[in-house]
Structures are given as C-alpha cells and as structure tokens.
C-alpha cells in the first residue's frame, strides 16, 4: 500500500477482500459466465434457464411465487420474463383475480429446457468435481444459510 494511505483507507480496502457481497457476485460473474458459455448454443442465458427449470419442476406458478422462488423482485423477474415470452418459451395470463398473473411453460419452453439440460448437466458436473463433492455440498449448505440469515433481517 501507498504510505499517503490513511489507516481508514487501509481498513476499506482489508474489509473490501473479505466483503460476502463482493466476493459472493465475484463468484456468481465467473460461475455466470461459466454456464452462459456451455447455454450459449441453445439460446438460452442462465437466468432464463433457471426460470425454465423452476417452471419445469413447480409447474405453473403466479408471478410473485416464482419471483420469490428466484429470489428475484418482481420489476427484475418482469424483465427476465420479457425475451421468454418473446420466443414462446413462456406465457403469462390472468387468474380469475385479474391482479393474480399466471406463468406457464409452453411446449416450446419444455423442449428448449430438455434440449439445454444436456449442456447444464456437463457444466454442473464439471464444477462439482472441481470442488470436490463434500466441498460443494457443503457450498450449497452455505448459500443456503447465507440466504436464510439475509431474509431474516
């Protein structure tokens, strides 16, 4: 460090390196990026696979349930939603209650999710053998926590 550097100065930038959010959206870019490499063929973004696996898996869900799902906002899953819908992949209607806007997977998003799985498999594979799987389980157990300790505040 520069000896014009105050100890405030210091102190940021050793609190900095071990900041959870900045090293936690360090870690999501790279993993990010690392998935979007392996989906790219199919067109899809990470953030709209894991809509089309949620969807896949809880079935049709209104739009604050699956934002919540995602842990995403409504404005952000909105967004996320936009290309979906755009390519067929997804469909939002109403229920009766008008204010209550349903999201579906259509076919077309049902085969785009089964024809990309293949590829998020080989990459989901890759970083779980390069963690090791005790180290990733307990990742997982980790991430969990640190969601569950972020909700609660």
Request: a positive charge; proline letters at 3%.
């Amino acid at each position: 460090m520069k000896q014009s550097e105050s100890k405030s100065e210091r102190r940021v930038a050793t609190n900095m390196a071990a900041c959870t959010c900045a090293n936690l959206r360090k870690a999501a870019r790279v993993i990010t990026q690392r998935y979007e490499a392996a989906l790219q063929p199919t067109g899809l973004k990470a953030t709209q696979f894991t809509v089309l696996v949620t969807l896949a898996k809880c079935g049709d869900l209104p739009l604050t349930h699956l934002a919540e799902a995602l842990v995403l906002d409504r404005t952000t899953l909105t967004r996320n939603l936009k290309p979906l819908i755009g390519q067929g992949l997804v469909t939002i209607g109403n229920e009766r209650d008008q204010r209550v806007r349903r999201i579906k997977l259509t076919a077309k998003g049902s085969k785009a999710f089964k024809d990309a799985l293949p590829r998020w498999e080989e990459v989901q594979l890759q970083v779980v053998a390069g963690l090791g799987h005790k180290r990733w389980s307990g990742f997982l157990d980790d991430l969990a926590a640190t969601i569950a300790e972020a909700r609660s505040t």
